[in-house]
Structures are given as structure tokens and as C-alpha cells.
């Protein structure tokens, strides 16, 4: 099995920060893309960015300038810094990681259990 572990989540004021982290462990052998995702209460689960094994990355519109992914493949854990933080992006965030288990075996999406950010004064 493969489980993805998210931290980092809290309660933050409007313009200030927070630093998610996400550690996947198991039986893995190699990881593809991962992502950082987050779902607002009464609405649909969006893209917040991604990374591959290679270093390429991919960002939602309104996070470009304000968040950063990034990635140490060696330690299967994936980081999202967040900057000038806005009440909209409230959510629950969830990690999401492409993972082939086996080399011989396709890979498959594995989820966090999400971790909530709240931004608020």
C-alpha cells in the first residue's frame, strides 16, 4: 500500500503564509507527477500545482506569483509554500501522488487525508 501524509495546515491571517508538506511512503517504487489540490466547502476539487519527476511544474492561474511546489524525489515528499494568503483560499488541501508501486505495474493516484487551511483575521 501507499499512503500520503499532508501537514502543515492551520489558521493564518490575511497575507501571511503557511508551508504544506507531503510524505509518501510504502511500497513505491517510482513517483510521477504530484500535486497539491484543494476542495472550498460547496465546491468542486481544483488544481492548485503539480510536479514531475523532473522538475516541471504546473500552477493554477490565481496561485501563479503567490504559491510555490516543490519536490525532493529521494524523500518522496512534496512541499507547498504559500504566500499572500486570501480568505478564498480557504480549503481543505489534499496531496495527490502518481505512483508506480512495481516498475512492471502502471501507475495509480493516491490521495491525502486533505488538511485544512484557513485564512481569517
Known amino acids: 500500500q501507499v499512503q500520503l501524509v499532508e501537514s502543515g495546515g492551520g489558521l493564518v491571517q490575511p497575507g501571511g503564509s503557511l508551508r504544506l508538506s507531503c510524505v509518501a511512503s510504502?511500497?513505491?517504487?517510482?513517483?510521477?507527477?504530484m500535486g497539491w489540490y484543494r476542495q472550498a466547502p460547496g465546491k468542486q476539487r481544483e488544481l492548485v500545482a503539480a510536479t514531475t519527476s523532473d522538475g516541471s511544474t504546473d500552477y493554477a492561474d490565481s496561485m501563479k506569483g503567490r504559491f510555490t511546489i516543490s519536490r525532493d524525489n529521494a524523500k518522496n515528499t512534496v512541499w507547498l509554500q504559500m504566500n499572500s494568503l486570501k480568505p478564498e483560499d480557504t480549503a481543505v488541501y489534499y496531496c495527490?501522488?502518481?505512483?508506480?508501486?512495481?516498475?512492471?505495474?502502471?501507475?495509480?493516484?493516491?490521495w491525502g487525508q486533505g488538511t485544512q487551511v484557513t485564512v481569517s483575521s
Open positions: 510504502g511500497s513505491i517504487f517510482s513517483i510521477n507527477t
Open positions: 495527490k501522488a502518481n505512483v508506480r508501486r512495481l516498475f512492471w505495474q502502471n501507475a495509480v493516484d493516491y
